[in-house]
């Protein structure tokens, strides 16, 4: 309800969605074709190139942080809290292959920034795990309506569980509550986009196939 009169500011659009490397793992009540649009979604809310790294939007098309990647088994354990408390080392300390544990062929991060359809396996592993961090945290079931769910999925893929399980209750501080609800919002209007157009989708999907 929290979400109701909060503008979408980058919607999703089926060009998006189309140029999109479809998602290998669905995500609770979400299923693949639903993942799709949020990992779209997602890259329309960073609006970063694939092959860029910045301090404020973060890593490639996805904006990942190296939190993200370290909870998600992409990192070794310990590598932000031993190497990243200096924000401005980023780029050097995750240059290295020796931090990475190879998980998906990922052995540094100029592999993961040159290939945006690694960059969505990522993404895709992320959610997965924070939706499991949810259930941990009691925050959801993982059985709730897909838009419903796809609001809390998204949001701590980018902000974090914890910072997320806060927002369910209303405990979030207004900056971060207000950076949530953009992201939940767009996540919503994501699935529902999706799920209005998923037939001309398949149709589209298979002509292609049949070309």
């Known amino acids: 309800a929290s979400l109701a009169n909060v503008p979408v ?27 799709t649009g949020l990992l779209a979604q997602a890259q329309l809310d960073v609006g970063q190139s694939f092959d860029a790294i910045s301090l404020d939007k973060g890593i490639g098309a996805f ?26 080392q980023l780029q050097t300390v995750l240059s290295s292959p020796t931090v990475w544990t190879g ?60 910072s ?5 209750n209303g405990a979030a501080s207004p900056g971060i509550t207000t950076q949530i609800q953009d992201v939940a919002k767009s996540a919503q209007y994501a699935v529902s986009f999706v799920d209005s157009k998923a037939s001309e989708f398949t149709r589209g999907t298979t002509r292609l196939g049949g070309f």
């Open 63 to 88: 904006g990942f942080n190296p939190s993200q990647l370290e909870g998600a088994g992409f990192l070794k354990p310990g590598t932000v809290q031993t190497f990243l408390q200096d924000p401005a």
């Open 103 to 162: 998980k998906s062929g990922i052995g540094g991060l100029e592999s993961l920034l040159a290939d945006p359809k690694l960059q969505s396996l990522t993404q895709n592993e992320i959610m997965v795990t924070a939706l499991d961090g949810l259930r941990s945290a009691g925050g959801v079931t993982g059985t709730e309506a897909p838009r419903e769910l796809a609001s809390f999925v998204q949001a701590a893929s980018k902000f974090g569980v914890n």
């Open 164 to 168: 997320t399980v806060e927002w369910i």
């Open 9 to 35: 500011t980058s919607p999703l659009d089926a060009a998006a969605f189309l140029e999109q490397a479809p998602a290998e793992l669905s995500v609770g009540s979400l299923d693949p074709t639903q993942v």
